[in-house]
């Protein structure tokens, strides 16, 4: 999978043990290697792709799905304020290349996820959400709400969630100084965009343009975060340190670990080793 500046995703499946021509066998409609297309008329949809996309699989119904998750965000450009740029998660329930035609994607395929009902709507309109979010071929999409707000890093999916980053420029009153902007760090969940904690985002405090989200682990607990400061300890007195319960727990690192939003506990997989005799 790859995305382009002209608003496209594309897909090559790689025929193993295969060569010259029969190596790549392009996905798309009538096999023209485009997996998703979401550019329009206009510059307000002059959507690009600048970074590589996030790909995980998720179980819908009992059926395995890859998700091909990928923000929009026009980096060459980072002030402009034209472009409504999006954040996707495409769904396929085509894992490998198969007879059928497998299409192309549009932003008319997917469920447009950006008001959160299933978290803020009436009953009809949780259960509507619902009926969409359990498709396997389509998936969502969130408009960015801020002027000019732009996805500009890789997005990462850890945990059933997706982290992605964004930017939106500012103006400073001050002509004399530059305006650093506003950076959120977005976590919502891959099976149906709703927060993982109170809300989708909050805002960071980067001081340049956002960096790709990263995992950093330390023994059994795995740090999943979009802005370095998100790493600093909890301190006591700043209202979020670890229940007091934690200090005479079975696990008390796992009880902090499970009351910090950013942080999952992921115990070391024992290793296994073997010999291939001849």
């Known amino acids: 999978f790859v995305g382009d500046m002209g608003g496209q995703v594309w897909r090559f499946h790689i025929n193993n043990g295969e060569t010259g ?64 740029d999006r954040f996707y998660s495409f769904r396929t329930d085509k894992l490998v290349k198969g007879s059928a035609n497998e299409g192309t994607f549009t932003e008319s395929s997917l469920y447009d996820a950006t008001a959160n009902l299933l978290q803020t709507g009436t009953a009809a ?84 343009l956002p960096s790709n989200p990263q995992i950093y682990c330390a023994g059994d607990a795995c740090w999943v975060y979009h802005d370095p400061s998100q790493l600093v300890p909890l301190t006591p007195g700043d209202g979020n340190e670890p229940p007091e319960a934690c200090e005479t727990s079975a696990n008390p690192d796992k009880c902090r670990c499970d009351a910090n939003p950013n942080c999952i506990w992921m115990p070391v997989t024992p290793r296994l080793y073997w010999i291939d005799e001849e």
Request: hydrophobic share 40%.
């Open 125 to 208: 309109e949780q259960a509507s959400a619902e009926t969409n979010f359990n498709g396997v071929n389509g998936g969502w999409y969130i408009r960015m709400a801020g002027e000019g707000e732009k996805v500009l890093a890789r997005a990462l999916v850890a945990n059933g969630a997706v982290l992605f980053s964004t930017y939106e420029p500012r103006s400073n009153p001050n002509s004399c100084k530059a305006s650093l902007g506003i950076s959120r760090a977005y976590s919502v969940k891959l099976r149906n965009a709703t927060a993982v904690t109170d809300t989708r985002f909050v805002e960071t405090n980067a001081t340049s």
């Open 21 to 84: 021509a029969a190596l790549i066998t392009p996905a798309g409609n009538g096999n023209n290697g485009v997996f998703a297309d979401i550019g329009g008329a206009g510059e307000a949809n002059a959507r690009r792709f600048y970074h590589e996309p996030e790909m995980a699989l998720i179980t819908i119904n009992g059926s395995t799905v890859l998700t091909v998750n990928i923000g929009s965000g026009y980096r060459g450009h980072p002030l402009n304020k034209v472009i409504q």
